[in-house]
């Protein structure tokens, strides 16, 4: 039965030992001995500590190291290559479609359920436990949110599943396996989202810093939403019986984009967020927000203490790079010019010097280009202490091009999103950074409510572009002569569908979105199945000569690939629990 992924409350209680930290000192470890259920919630620090616990694995699906290595969720789509190359590491796996019911990680099912039990758990204790009165409706809302949360990623990875409430199973008990129908498990999350809202204040400050606020709720609120309302769930005809409405509303409802749009609003009203902005250099806020604990953008976060997690896996070998993650070139020519435009469209001539120059191409383009993406003489802090260029060219040493397996770029890049400025892997060059990873941001909101409006409308209101202006200006693109930041006025539904589909694309980079947003959209099968490459620079003289080369032709089956396969070991566990269509 499913009872076995749930973990029960002896182990919750030794998992408590293993609760992360965070530099406000929200997540100290404690000393945990000889625990029992009625010792822990007869105290209220060990309460606490055990709320902790379930606040550990928050992040454990934007991971960079989700899969081991420096194998996140970008590796298994188009956005990173990776040094990992065996038959047997996951990226591999999973761009090769050498994927199965009993070949796939079992975290967004076994992590999220025993945490679900442990929200479950605490609420069950809180009424008994010495808390205030004030703080156990706080801690009611913390508890509700993350079990909120950690159905949403089993959401998105299966489509509906079981719910279990507010029951707590114990060993000998039979636990339902029949899956929830997709609506009946929105409607759960968003319910859960509401009232944590209504039990939890607007802002944390500090030691408190880091723990869950209204806005987190309703920022969540905005992103199942706006899954919702997406194609891949609006709309799944064809369901098989034994799974109707299992995998989506069988039909299509235009007003659930109106309901995302709504949603993405309630956490702009709020009042509380704006994108982080810094002028000089242009577009310096979108680099600089990604290494600040505190900030302005982040609605929920990863807390982590001071490190050097990123650069240590994602940096080039000449930085103390270990690892490897090389962005596509695909990846790279998202990015369009400082004008605002696609690479294809703005090309640089007499009339138009700051166009894309194929012959320079790493020039006149959206500033967030040089921060997402560590390019040929791109400049990046050396172990000397200063910063230098990065040369990517073939023979240019140990960051150059290479078709081998290892750490060097086999796809002429390096990925620069997040990294601090002043900080590397070596410990002598440099000190930590306070960087927490991001779960959800300001500008994802700006963008859901922008996709949103520009679905529920015929022709896209003016909103739609005032808030892809105020993502535009941040990035330090050129406003134009008509203030557009790159837009075209009088856009089609369509056309402007394409713009936001790849700004989220670019803004949201290697944050874990491009790969669920692919599959929402219902794209994947049109962008997974080609060849994905990477640029071969040679360099004779001071010249330099571009060569788009292949590095890997990922795999996509439709629809099957569309939804993660349940782990057929927790099929197997009870004749209710159905499996996704084709695995």
């Excluded at 039965?1 to 404690?30: H, P, W």
């Excluded at 999350?189 to 607007?202: H, K, M, T, Y």
């Excluded at 980079?509 to 692919?518: G, I, M, Q």
Aim: overall charge neutral; proline content about 6%; glycine content about 8%.
């Amino acid at each position: 039965m499913m009872m076995k992924r749930y973990l029960f409350f002896t182990v919750v209680v030794v998992g408590m030992i293993a609760a992360c930290k965070s530099g406000e000192d929200f997540l100290d470890k404690t000393e945990t001995t000889n625990l029992n259920e009625e010792s822990v919630f007869a105290d209220s620090a060990r309460t606490m500590q055990f709320l902790t616990r379930i606040y550990s694995d928050i992040g454990f699906s934007v991971n960079p190291k989700r899969f081991g290595s420096s194998n996140g969720v970008y590796s298994i789509c188009d956005e990173a290559e990776m040094a990992a190359v065996g038959g047997d590491q996951w990226n591999i796996r999973f761009q090769t479609g050498n994927i199965s019911a009993l070949q796939i990680p079992d975290d967004a099912w076994s992590t999220t359920y025993a945490d679900i039990r442990r929200a479950n758990v605490l609420l069950l204790h809180l009424p008994s436990t010495p808390l205030s009165s004030a703080l156990k409706a706080r801690v009611e809302g913390e508890a509700r949110f993350l079990r909120a949360w950690y159905y949403f990623i089993m959401l998105k990875h299966y489509g509906g599943i079981p719910l279990v409430g507010d029951n707590v199973y114990g060993p000998t008990d039979e636990i339902p396996g029949k899956r929830n129908t997709f609506e009946e498990c929105v409607n759960y999350i968003e319910s859960e989202c509401r009232a944590a809202a209504d039990l939890l204040p607007p802002v944390r400050i500090g030691l408190d810093y880091g723990r869950i606020t209204k806005g987190a709720c309703l920022a969540l609120r905005s992103r199942l939403l706006l899954y919702a309302a997406s194609p891949l769930f609006n709309g799944r005809t064809n369901q098989p019986e034994n799974l109707a409405g299992v995998l989506g509303y069988p039909t299509y409802d235009r007003q659930r984009w109106v309901k995302a749009a709504d949603a993405a609003q309630d956490v702009i009203s709020l009042g509380q967020y704006s994108l982080y902005e810094e002028t000089s250099p242009a577009g310096h806020g979108f680099q600089k927000v990604f290494t600040l604990r505190v900030n302005s953008e982040y609605i929920l976060q990863a807390m982590e203490g001071s490190n050097r997690t990123l650069e240590s896996i994602w940096d080039p070998p000449s930085r103390t790079g270990t690892n490897g993650a090389f962005p596509y070139q695909e990846m790279v020519d998202a990015f369009g010019t400082i004008n605002g435009k696609p690479i294809t469209e703005d090309v640089k001539s007499g009339s138009n010097p700051t166009g894309y120059d194929a012959a320079n191409p790493y020039v006149n383009r959206d500033p967030r280009l040089s921060y997402s993406i560590l390019y040929n003489e791109g400049l990046r802090l050396n172990t000397s202490k200063t910063i230098t260029p990065v040369y990517t060219y073939v023979g240019s040493g140990v960051d150059a091009y290479t078709t081998q397996n290892g750490s060097q770029t086999k796809t002429g890049y390096y990925i620069r999103k997040m990294l601090d400025e002043n900080t590397i892997k070596s410990s002598s060059a440099s000190p930590t950074t306070q960087r927490c990873l991001p779960l959800i941001r300001y500008a994802e909101i700006l963008l859901n409510k922008a996709e949103a409006l520009n679905e529920a409308n015929d022709v896209p209101p003016q909103e739609v572009y005032d808030l892809l202006v105020q993502i535009r200006k941040r990035a330090g693109i050129n406003p134009g002569t008509d203030n557009l930041y790159g837009l075209t006025a009088g856009m089609s539904q369509e056309a402007m569908r394409t713009v936001i589909q790849n700004e989220r694309r670019v803004e949201l980079a290697y944050e874990e979105h491009r790969y669920w947003d692919v599959r929402r959209w219902k794209i994947a099968e049109n962008v997974s199945n080609k060849p994905l490459h990477g640029m071969k620079i040679t360099k004779t003289g001071s010249t330099y000569t571009y060569e788009l080369v292949n590095v890997r032709t990922p795999v996509f089956e439709a629809p099957k690939w569309y939804l993660w396969p349940i782990p057929q070991d927790e099929i197997n566990k009870s004749p209710d629990l159905q499996q996704n269509p084709g695995w």
